[in-house]
Structure formats: structure tokens, C-alpha cells
């Protein structure tokens, strides 16, 4: 099952724009993982961010967590071509290394 | 290292033959993940190893799959006999002490 819910489902912006995507979750975590797949692609790791934790940063990625809303957001800034991809998060619910995918954003950059 | 290496890439086959995926893991990371992914029902965790043991099967869908880890660098998904509805993208991910997954390039698997 499903354990995230990713908002919106598609988004397409300008290169040099900012993207967010939102992540909804159900249960109590450990952490939470967003990962990105481009077509065709195994997923890639990105950024984890742990329950004690509310914001953490990578490169352009910033991420932020309210686990009172059972929410997180994955910021891209200054979008690039490149960053065109599916994005998903994933919770791991009991420390054990088992994630939950989420259903992914589609993000397209038009150049 | 060359990461999660998976075979392979594509595979086509008819309804009732066996097919065997195969995955070698990151050298050193102890814990191995089988997912499947289709546009319907998205990323599906099929069972996972920690340090070679099955942990977890609740998500194998019926006896025709099963899957093996005899030793830290090698693990198969079999199905038998295949279907048409077990066409699906095939992921083998595996980690260690929970730091993320690193995922194989997959296998296309279409049965016809």
C-alpha cells in the first residue's frame, strides 16, 4: 500500500524556476527519503531527513518536514533541464530500513 | 564500485515459463530490497534481506515468486510460472544503516 502522497501528480515549469513538490504520509516515521527517477532509470537517493529533524539542504535541494501535519516538502531552486524526472518520497516507518514509496511527482522544465 | 548491478535489463517471455532476476548488491551493504513498479500500482516492496535472511515476504504476491540470497553479493526473484499481469519493472535496491537505498537499473520484465 501506499504509505505517501505526492502533490501534485505533474508539474511543468521554466528553466531557472523554483519547483515544489509536497509529500503526505499517514503513519509515525523514522524518516523520510525523497529519491528521483528519470525515464527509464533505476531511482536515485537524494536527501533523507530524520523525525527530530524539521529542514535540510543539498545543493539546490531543500527539504523540510512537519511530522505534526504528517507532511514534507522537496524544494528544487533554479531549475535546470536536467532536473526533468519523477520525484518520490518514501518513509521508513520503524527505523528498519523498510520504505514506502509514494505515488511521485511528475516534473517536466521546459528549457 | 559499480553499484546495484541487475540482469537482466529486458526480458520477454510466454505465459507459463519461468523467468529468474537476477542482483548483486553493493559490496559491504547488508541489507537487499525486491521492488516492483507499474503505472497502476506504483513502487511495490517484494520482500527484503538483512544480512542474507528474509526479513519480510508479506509482499510477494502469491506462491508462484520466490526469492533467494545465498550469499552477501548475490540474490534472485524467480517467478514460476509467469503471467501476463506480472509484467512490471523489477528493482533491486540494496543499503546499509538506513542511509538510503541504492537501486539497480531494473529489469523490464513483459510476459505475453
Known amino acids: 500500500s501506499q504509505q505517501g502522497e505526492e502533490d501534485p501528480q505533474a508539474l511543468s515549469i521554466q528553466e531557472g524556476e523554483n519547483a515544489t513538490m509536497n509529500c503526505s504520509y499517514k503513519?509515525?516515521?523514522?524518516?523520510l527519503q525523497w529519491y528521483r527517477q528519470n525515464s527509464g532509470r533505476g531511482l536515485v537517493h537524494l536527501i533523507l531527513?530524520?523525525?527530530?529533524?524539521r529542514e535540510k539542504h543539498s545543493g539546490r535541494l531543500r527539504v523540510t518536514l512537519d511530522t505534526s501535519k504528517k507532511s514534507s516538502s522537496l524544494l528544487i531552486t533554479a531549475s535546470r533541464a536536467a532536473d526533468t524526472a519523477s520525484y518520490f518520497c518514501?518513509?521508513?516507518?520503524?527505523?528498519?530500513?523498510?520504505?514506502?514509496f509514494g505515488t511521485g511527482t511528475r516534473l517536466t522544465i521546459i528549457p | 564500485d559499480a553499484g546495484v548491478i541487475q540482469s537482466p535489463r529486458h526480458e520477454v517471455t510466454e505465459m507459463g515459463q519461468e523467468v529468474t532476476l537476477r542482483c548483486k548488491p553493493i559490496?559491504?551493504?547488508?541489507?537487499l530490497f525486491w521492488y516492483r513498479q507499474t503505472m497502476m500500482r506504483g513502487l511495490e516492496l517484494l520482500i527484503y534481506?538483512?544480512?542474507?535472511?528474509?526479513?519480510?515476504d508479506s509482499g510477494m504476491p502469491e506462491d508462484r515468486f520466490s526469492a533467494k540470497m545465498p550469499n552477501a553479493s548475490f540474490s534472485t526473484l524467480k517467478i514460476q510460472p509467469s503471467e501476463p499481469r506480472d509484467s512490471a519493472v523489477y528493482f533491486c535496491?540494496?543499503?546499509?544503516?538506513?542511509?538510503?537505498?541504492?537501486f539497480g537499473s531494473g529489469t523490464r520484465l513483459t510476459v505475453v
Open positions: 535496491a540494496s543499503t546499509i544503516g538506513g542511509e538510503g537505498y541504492t
Open positions: 503513519t509515525s516515521i523514522n524518516n
Open positions: 531527513i530524520r523525525s527530530n529533524e
Open positions: 518514501a518513509t521508513d516507518n520503524f527505523g528498519n530500513e523498510k520504505l514506502t
Open positions: 559490496s559491504g551493504h547488508n541489507s
Open positions: 534481506f538483512n544480512n542474507n535472511v528474509p526479513i519480510d
